[in-house]
C-alpha cells in the first residue's frame, strides 16, 4: 500500500498570470467634472471579472467603466482581470484630468461713476474694466459695445459722444479659454443750453488828420467788423488863410472867402451818404445799420452750432461789414488876395488841412453754457 505524504510548502498554489489584457483610455482630453470612459482591452478570458482601481480612492468593476474625477492631477488607473479559473492579470495606465477653465467676471465698477454716468453731448466719457478678474489667473481681453453702434477694445477705453440718448454700454471680458462674461453701464448724454447775451462795443478810431489841394479827392478807407449798429464821421477844416499870412496890401477879410468841401461816404451796402458846405464842419451818419437782439437760452451740442444758429437766424448782421471809404474833395479854396476870382499867381489859397474824426458801434454775442 502506498500512502501519499503532503508536505505544507511543497504544492504551488500561485494562480496563472493572465497576459496580453490592456486598457482603453478615453480618446479626448478629459477635465475635472467631466466623464472618463475606460475599456478593457487586449485578451478577454471566458467568465472573466474586471476590476476598476482610479486612483482616486474609487473603482469600479465591468469591461466597459465611466468615471468622474472631481479634482484635476495625474492619476494612474488599475485594472485588475480574474477569470473563472482564478488566473489574474493586471495592468496600469496614467491618465492626466486637466483643471476646468472657469469663465472670467466682468466688472465696470472702477468705471468713473460706478454703475452710470451723466455727460453733456459731444464730449469724452470715460470707462474702466479694471475690476474684472479671472479665478484661472488667465490673461484677459476687453470688448466694449457703447451702445451708439460703435465699439472699442482695452482695459480703460474712453469715447466720444455726439448725439443725446441714455446708452447701454457693455463690457465683454474673454479668457484665454474663449470664456466670457458680459457686465452693463450706462451714459446719459444730455444737450448743452447756453445762455446769450448781446453787447455793444463802441470804438474811437484815432483821429486822421490830411490836406486836400483844392480840386482833389483824399481818400480815408475803413474795415467794420459784423454786426455794426452805428458810424459816425465828422470832417473839420479852418480857414488856413489869415489876415497874418496875406501881404499887406490884401485889406479883404479871409473870412469872406471861406473854402468849399464835399465829404462822402461810399459804404459796401445800399446807403451811401454826403454833404457839401463852406461851414467847416461836416458829418455824416449812419444810425441803426442792425438792431442789438435779445438775450436768449439756446439748447444745442456745442458753441460752434449756437453760432451757426445766430448767423442762420439772422442774428449775426453782415450789414455794412467790410470795406467803407470816405472820400474828402475841396471843391474851391478861394483866396482874399484875388477877390475869390482864382486868377493863377494872385490866388495864394490852394487847399486846406482837415482832420477826421470817426466812431462807430457794433455788438457782439457772449455764450455761456450752464
Not at 59 to 68: A, L, P, Q
Not at 257 to 264: G, I, K, L, M, W
Not at 308 to 332: H, M, P, R, V
Request: charged content about 20%.
Amino acid at each position: 500500500m502506498m500512502i501519499l505524504m503532503l508536505t505544507p510548502g511543497c504544492l504551488d498554489t500561485t494562480p496563472d498570470e493572465i497576459t496580453g489584457i490592456g486598457i482603453e483610455l478615453p480618446l479626448n482630453l478629459v477635465i475635472e467634472g467631466d466623464i472618463a470612459t475606460f475599456q478593457a482591452t487586449g485578451k478577454k478570458p471566458l467568465g472573466a471579472t474586471y476590476l476598476w482601481d482610479f486612483g482616486d480612492g474609487l473603482g469600479g468593476s465591468g469591461e466597459f467603466v465611466n468615471h468622474i474625477y472631481i479634482e484635476e492631477g495625474q492619476y494612474s488607473v488599475i485594472l485588475t482581470v480574474i477569470d473563472d479559473k482564478g488566473s489574474i492579470g493586471v495592468v496600469e495606465e496614467k491618465i492626466e484630468i486637466l483643471h476646468r477653465n472657469e469663465a472670467p467676471f466682468a466688472n465696470v465698477q472702477a468705471t468713473y461713476g460706478g454703475f452710470g454716468q451723466k455727460i453733456k453731448v459731444n464730449s469724452i466719457a470715460f470707462f474702466d474694466g479694471g475690476s474684472s478678474s479671472d479665478p484661472d489667473g488667465d490673461v484677459l481681453t476687453f470688448e466694449w459695445d457703447f451702445g451708439d453702434g460703435n465699439i472699442g477694445t482695452g482695459i480703460r477705453p474712453n469715447h466720444w459722444y455726439d448725439s443725446i440718448g441714455n446708452f447701454t454700454v457693455t463690457l465683454t471680458v474673454r479668457d484665454e479659454g474663449d470664456l466670457s462674461s458680459t457686465a452693463e453701464t450706462w451714459v446719459l448724454v444730455s444737450i448743452r443750453k447756453y445762455s446769450v447775451e448781446f453787447n455793444i462795443n463802441k470804438i474811437m478810431i484815432p483821429v486822421l488828420a490830411g490836406y486836400t489841394a483844392e480840386g482833389e479827392t483824399s481818400t480815408e478807407s475803413h474795415v467794420y467788423p459784423y454786426n455794426l449798429t452805428n458810424v459816425n464821421y465828422n470832417l473839420q477844416w479852418e480857414e488856413d488863410e489869415t489876415a497874418e499870412n496875406l501881404p499887406i496890401w490884401v485889406v479883404i477879410d479871409p473870412l469872406n472867402y471861406p473854402d468849399n468841401f464835399t465829404f462822402q461816404v461810399q459804404t459796401n451796402y445800399a446807403v451811401n451818404g454826403s454833404d457839401v458846405g463852406t461851414s467847416g464842419d461836416l458829418s455824416l451818419i449812419f444810425p441803426v445799420l442792425s438792431t442789438v437782439p435779445l438775450g436768449m437760452i439756446l439748447s444745442f451740442g456745442s458753441v460752434n452750432e449756437v453760432n451757426d444758429y445766430l448767423f442762420q437766424e439772422g442774428y449775426t448782421s453782415a450789414k455794412g461789414q467790410g470795406l467803407w471809404n470816405a472820400l474828402i474833395t475841396c471843391n474851391n479854396a478861394p483866396s482874399a488876395s484875388d477877390g475869390g476870382l482864382n486868377t493863377g499867381v494872385a490866388d495864394l489859397d490852394d487847399g486846406n488841412d482837415w482832420v477826421l474824426y470817426v466812431e462807430y458801434e457794433y455788438y457782439t454775442a457772449t455764450i455761456l453754457e450752464f
